[in-house]
């Protein structure tokens, strides 16, 4: 998974974090190019403030939706 060499983490976590915004933000899932890009900005920001990926990821997706509701 380039994603994961990129930012030197596991697989699993990319998978997991790609699941969990998937999950969130379903319309992502029509272009795999913007699920890579906010799953690598949440994994980003999850490594930066050594957080909790599962809240990482549900908090940026939340800044996407009110973002997108404007």
Excluded: C, W
Excluded at 2 to 26: C, D, Y
Excluded at 38 to 48: C, G, P, W
Aim: aromatic content about 2%; charged content about 20%; hydrophobic content about 50%.
């Amino acid at each position: 998974m380039e994603t994961a060499t990129e930012l030197n983490v596991s697989g699993t976590l990319v998978a997991e974090a790609v699941e969990k915004i998937a999950s969130a933000q379903p319309a992502l899932l029509n272009d795999a190019e913007a699920l890579a890009s906010v799953t690598e900005q949440a994994i980003i920001l999850n490594k930066a403030i050594k957080g909790d990926l599962t809240e990482t990821s549900m908090a940026l997706v939340g800044v996407m939706e009110s973002q997108f509701r404007r």
